[in-house]
């Protein structure tokens, strides 16, 4: 069984700081999307990796896919308290399937 | 809005009772996807459709059921309802491997 492991489960910190927020895995995924869900919501897409190496920016938020396709990172920078949600990371394997791991909650504290 | 709507928003019950879980999926989108949240975890996938046919099983309890119509709309049908079965229920929606598009979510509680 493949499994996803996001760490930390759960972050607090004051707003202005950064983090990094890690999603690994022993098994090898064909790509990897991260997803943001707010309080009362579905999660929404934020970005898909597929190669392995590869660094995305989103504003703040930078996204990069292992060498070997088996983990993956998220890095805010300057954390705003817009960006407080659960973080889930979901790694397609490979009969196309997602496999989703538990979930990074985030507070941004003003 | 992600285009995926479901009904109803809340539902509140009683165990040992069975409810029936409504999905629209995106218009064009031909699958399917049931997950099950509950509090401050993460998703647990269920169960996937695609164009009216089972694809793909996750932990989905005997209890529980789901189908899709020709008009691509799903149903979840939870039976048998159990305390621990209270939890935010999500459906998304995709083209193929793409994206998924959730949608609100229905809130079950089973007192």
């Known amino acids: 069984t493949q499994l996803l492991e996001q760490s930390p489960q759960f972050l607090s910190i004051q707003e202005g700081e950064n983090l990094t927020v890690y999603c690994n895995s022993s098994s090898v995924f064909s790509s990897l999307q991260w997803y943001r869900q707010e309080p009362g919501e579905g999660p929404v897409l934020l970005v898909t990796?597929?190669?392995g190496g590869e660094v995305k920016k989103l504003k703040r938020l930078t996204f990069q896919f292992g060498d070997a396709r088996k983990d993956s990172s998220l890095h805010i920078t300057a954390a705003q308290p817009g960006d407080t949600g659960l973080y889930l990371c979901a790694g397609e394997d490979s009969n196309y399937q997602l496999i989703w791991g538990a979930g990074t909650k985030l507070i941004i504290k003003p | 809005d992600s285009g995926v709507t479901q009904t109803p928003k809340h539902l509140i019950t009683a165990t040992g009772q069975r409810v029936t879980l409504r999905c629209s999926p995106r218009s064009g989108d031909l699958s399917v996807y049931w997950y099950q949240q509950s509090l401050d975890q993460g998703l647990q996938f269920l169960i996937q459709y695609y164009n009216g046919e089972e694809r793909a099983k996750g932990n989905i309890l005997e209890r529980f059921s789901a189908q899709q119509f020709p008009d691509l709309h799903s149903e979840l049908n939870l039976s048998s309802l159990e305390l621990g079965d209270s939890a935010l229920y999500f459906c998304a929606s995709s083209v193929g491997r793409d994206e998924q598009f959730f949608g609100p979510g229905t809130r079950l509680t089973v007192l």
């Open positions: 990796v597929v190669t």
